[in-house]
């Protein structure tokens, strides 16, 4: 799976649109984008995924550049519950005994200020 | 409502003791898995089943066990050979299989004395 590089942390004010970045370059072109994340001492929650197209649903937006190297996560009205830890996977289904593992690297930080 | 629950929520073992993590979910998926969080540190695949009576070890299965005798439960049970069990504990579920989306329960939180 391709590798994924995000910032540390990110700071947003409560209700303004959090914008998180992430950065697949090495990614190919059956593997999708998918943001998970994890409020302390819980478990991981699903966002959202998608492979090309721009995606949302109730919870944010995913938008993937056209070369697929990079996509941004957008909440669009940020509230202090979705202060968490913001993890970016890339995951691909090709071949081999790919079991569908989720690797999830470092994340970003959120933190929602009043 | 559907989801995924872990019992209990904090667990207390003394070092030498086996103990067994519970994973429940009414979801009807068809796939299950076990990982394992370090502080700090991202998840790390134990176990995993896609089918009942069916599972695969993943990255770091020494020291576990599992079963799945029924599709809504897939039990861990951290045994006496595993060398650092204190960790964070997560299950999660996937509708049809491991391209699927995973979704977790809320985690069980283990302390090896």
């Known amino acids: 799976d391709a590798k994924t590089t995000q910032p540390t942390s990110m700071d947003c004010a409560e209700g303004r649109a959090a914008n998180l970045p992430c950065n697949h370059s090495t990614i190919s072109g059956n593997e999708y984008v998918y943001w998970y994340r994890q409020i302390h001492s819980q478990g991981p929650q699903y966002i959202i995924h998608?492979?090309?197209n721009n995606e949302t649903n109730e919870m944010a937006s995913l938008i993937i550049t056209e070369d697929r190297k990079s996509s941004t996560l957008i909440l669009p009205h940020a509230t202090l519950r979705d202060t968490a830890v913001y993890y970016c996977?890339?995951?691909?289904?090709?071949?081999?005994?790919?079991?569908?593992?989720?690797?999830f690297g470092q994340g970003t930080i959120l933190t929602v200020h009043p | 409502d559907g989801g995924i629950t872990q019992s209990p929520k904090y667990l207390f073992r003394k070092e030498g003791q086996n103990v067994t993590l519970s994973c429940e979910q009414n979801?009807?998926?068809?796939?299950m898995y076990w990982y394992r969080q370090d502080p700090g540190q991202g998840l790390r695949l134990i176990y995993y089943?896609?089918?009942?009576?069916?599972?695969q070890k993943g990255d770091i299965a020494e020291g576990y066990s599992v079963s799945r005798e029924k599709k809504e439960s897939f039990p861990l049970t951290v045994t006496s050979a595993q060398k650092n069990p204190t960790a964070f504990y997560l299950c999660a579920s996937s509708p049809a299989g491991f391209t699927d989306t995973q979704y977790f329960g809320p985690g069980t939180r283990l302390t090896v004395l």
């Open positions: 089943s896609q089918i009942v009576n069916d599972f």
């Open positions: 979801l009807n998926h068809d796939a």
């Open positions: 996977i890339v995951r691909g289904y090709a071949g081999g005994t790919s079991y569908g593992k989720l690797t």
């Open positions: 998608g492979l090309k």
